[in-house]
């Protein structure tokens, strides 16, 4: 999955790709955030579909998607609460 969003976002894969049912793996911190933040992380979807990358991208920009997917920073309070509208 992160592979495809680093390609996607990148500008190296296609917006016609799908990037559902590919696996992700929530860390305890992150499970913590989302249950504190009110959201079930065992009913969150297994991927994404290129309409929600669009729309994340949009809301909380390239730079900051590329931070994420390269792991040197994790998503926060800030990202979710702009990118809630996406899910």
């Known amino acids: 999955f992160t592979s495809k969003v680093e390609s996607y976002v990148s500008g190296k ?3 016609s ?3 559902a049912n590919q696996p992700t793996t929530l860390g305890p911190d ?7 933040l009110g959201m079930d992380p065992n009913n969150l979807p297994n991927g994404m579909s290129p309409q929600q990358v669009n729309c994340i991208t949009g809301a909380i920009g390239v730079d900051r998607i590329q931070q994420i997917v390269k792991g040197t920073v994790s998503p926060g309070i800030s ?9």
């Open 13 to 15: 894969g296609s917006t």
């Open 17 to 19: 790709a799908s990037v």
């Open 30 to 36: 992150q499970k913590a955030l989302l249950k504190n």
């Open 79 to 87: 990202d979710l609460f702009s990118a809630r509208g996406c899910f």
